[in-house]
């Protein structure tokens, strides 16, 4: 089953609010199909950066891509929006949290 982004967005959200971790919504994209970017603070200027790929059996997945320093990552979302103005981009704060244990019991 393929879910619409916005879907997605919320569902991480909710998830992580109710565990009194902060999400932002930095910028919103397509409600349909808009790709998605999380990037999680990790602390120390670091962030790990999520995406949502297409799995053509499972659907939409949400997968690790790469660990950026502050300046890299601003020059990472700066390429990524002028390729997609459509994307979403979801910043987490927490520097103790498992994204990974989350997107895998959320079937994400």
């Known amino acids: 089953m393929n879910l619409k982004a916005k879907l997605i967005v919320d569902v991480i959200r909710w998830c992580l609010e109710q565990q009194g971790i902060q999400v932002y919504i930095e910028h919103k994209g397509n409600a349909d199909a808009g790709a998605i970017f999380i990037k999680h603070d990790k ?6 950066v999520y995406h949502s790929v297409n799995d ?3 659907g939409k997945k949400i997968k690790f891509l790469n660990t950026f ?6 020059d990472f979302f700066k390429k990524q ?28």
């Open 43 to 48: 602390g120390n200027d670091l962030y790990d």
């Open 56 to 58: 053509y059996n499972m």
């Open 69 to 74: 320093t502050e300046e890299k990552l601003n």
């Open 81 to 108: 929006s002028d390729i997609d103005a459509d994307l979403w981009l979801i910043e987490i704060v927490s520097k103790g949290f498992d994204l990974d244990t989350l997107f895998l019991k959320q079937g994400l």
